[in-house]
């Protein structure tokens, strides 16, 4: 499996709600997209209150396989997106656990967080450590989806739930989505 996330920056004074119509009218194009887990259409507004307080766009994807990423990233469709809003650069992750739930299409929120690895840190304990954090996301605290995964070029790791109602502040800057639709 492989996670998969880009994003676009928006101006300031953007109109989010047709960041809000494009979820809308697009989001279930990708519902059956060989190869997709799922796809939940992200976006976060600057006047929110945000940690990190920009006007966002940016999907998160959960894939079976490379097969399914590579049919996508050279589609028409990703070739409109990135006529309208530019090329992005598209940020990958090896999966260590994906839980997700019945009703992740239930979601309301997103929550991501992206910490560096620290050199020489034990990643068999990291992994093992993470796997519980995440499955307890689910088990303890609600979660419709939770997912830890890391990258060995710049050597993080990304911890992605999806929640019904919005999530607490995590003991790591997390950045707050809202959710406009789950394609799976």
Known sequence: MLCMQYSFVLPAGYDMALIRNRIESKGHLLNGFNGLK???YLYACQDENQPAS???YAPFYLWENSEGMNEFLC???FARLCRDFGVPSVKTWVPWFSGLQDAIREAKYASREIMPIPAYRDLAELKAQEI???SRLITDQGALASLVAFEPTSWSLVRFSLWHDRPLPAEYPAQIYNVGYIAR
């Open 54 to 56: 920009e006007n966002l």
């Open 38 to 40: 799922f796809k939940a």
């Open 132 to 134: 519980t954090h995440a």
């Open 75 to 77: 589609s028409a469709g």
